[in-house]
């Protein structure tokens, strides 16, 4: 494997790539119309009336709204569960909110692997992350 394919694959598993590739193409979309519109015909063929689009609209809001809050609810369940069933140092792998890299740079990073080498030394481990020992 490449490096560029690790990166994009990196990219691609990321949580806010699918998301964002959607809006992409919802707004590539709408560019199309809009430039698509200049061909169509003034008159359709057909009349819709304006409280059958509001009902469709009506329809979709409630099912999104829907689908938001089952999947708020199950991220804040399966954080609360990974955070009441596991080491305190497991929860910020699990939330994503540092990864493994104890060569890293960042301050998020050097925090999450700092209180990960703190709260194994607390039950008594002797080896943090890299092998150095807890009483240095």
Do not use: H
Request: charged share 10%; with cysteine.
């Amino acid at each position: 494997m490449t490096y560029l394919q690790f990166k994009l694959r990196q990219l691609l598993q990321r949580m806010w790539f699918l998301p964002a590739a959607f809006s992409l193409l919802a707004v590539l979309t709408v560019v199309i119309a809009y430039i698509l519109a200049r061909y169509a015909p003034d008159e359709l063929p057909f009349v819709l009336p304006s409280n059958a689009v509001q009902t469709i609209l009506e329809i979709l809001a409630s099912s999104l709204l829907t689908v938001a809050v089952f999947a708020l609810s199950t991220v804040v369940g399966a954080f609360s569960a990974a955070s009441s069933a596991t080491t305190p140092r497991a929860v910020p792998l699990i939330a994503g909110i540092c990864a493994p890299r104890p060569r890293s740079r960042s301050l998020s990073a050097r925090f999450c692997i700092r209180s990960s080498a703190l709260s194994a030394c607390r039950r008594g481990s002797t080896t943090i992350l890299d092998g150095s020992s807890c009483s240095s």
